[in-house]
């Protein structure tokens, strides 16, 4: 049974380029979520997506962006890379947005930007 | 602004000591409360608490919520190596139909042999 996969697991970038990170989230799952998490803090929401939607966004430049696809995978993109990118990139998936559901984090991708 | 504090942020003890992890929130709209347990990447579920005053039990751990305080501690008794991790809670809260977790800086357990 798999978990929610994450690809890559890390990814060296240089400052202004752009980058893809990729989430497969549990199957029957149709809710996406995405969270960076900089060294020494809690997870800080980016986007939701259910049903291919975009379902809440959290502060984050424009340069940020995602999309949700109709096997309910997703994409974060990321341009115009800063330094201040490098983070950890979570995804979390879950039956539907709300409490009852419950959230299934992935392993994340370990984004450096030099 | 929606807030979670957890504290201690960091916290080193013996194997056998018992711990308590606190977590207390500022948000609008609350939904649940939820901690989870990060070792190298994945944080992973250990509980969900919605009503006030209900403990939930897990093995060695427990945790009980207190909406009128605003605020979670996690119980983690006779501690063992494989406890050090850190401790994240998140608070679910919604706007119309949208839901976010807002996490709090997760406390830093390490436990000694």
């Known amino acids: 049974d798999a978990g929610v996969t994450q690809s890559p697991t890390h990814l060296i970038k240089t400052r202004g380029q752009h980058v893809t990170l990729r989430c497969s989230p549990i199957?029957?799952?149709?809710?996406v979520s995405w969270y960076q998490q900089v060294l020494g803090q809690g997870p800080q929401f980016i986007f939701q997506?259910?049903?291919?939607?975009?379902?809440g966004r959290g502060n984050f430049p424009d340069r940020f962006s995602a999309r949700q696809f109709p096997n309910y995978s997703s994409e974060l993109n990321v341009n115009a890379l800063l330094l201040g990118d490098s983070a950890l990139y979570l995804c979390a998936s879950s039956l539907a947005p709300g409490a009852q559901y419950g959230y299934t984090f992935g392993s994340g991708t370990r984004l450096t930007v030099v | 602004e929606d807030k979670v504090v957890q504290s201690p942020l960091s916290l080193v003890v013996h194997e056998g000591d018992t711990v308590t992890l606190n977590c207390s929130y500022e948000?609008?709209?609350?939904?649940?409360l939820l901690w989870y347990k990060q070792e190298k990447k994945a944080p992973t579920f250990l509980f969900m608490l919605?009503?006030?005053?209900i403990e939930k039990k897990s093995g060695r751990l427990s945790s009980i919520l207190d909406k009128k305080e605003l605020s979670s501690i996690l119980n983690i008794t006779a501690t063992q190596t494989g406890d050090s991790a850190i401790y994240l809670c998140?608070?679910?809260?919604?706007?119309?139909?949208?839901?976010?977790?807002?996490f709090g800086k997760g406390t830093l357990l390490t436990v000694n042999p």
């Open positions: 998140a608070v679910l809260n919604s706007g119309g139909s949208n839901y976010k977790l807002t």
């Open positions: 948000v609008t709209n609350f939904r649940s």
């Open positions: 199957s029957g799952h149709k809710s």
């Open positions: 997506y259910y049903e291919k939607e975009e379902r």
């Open positions: 919605t009503s006030s005053g």
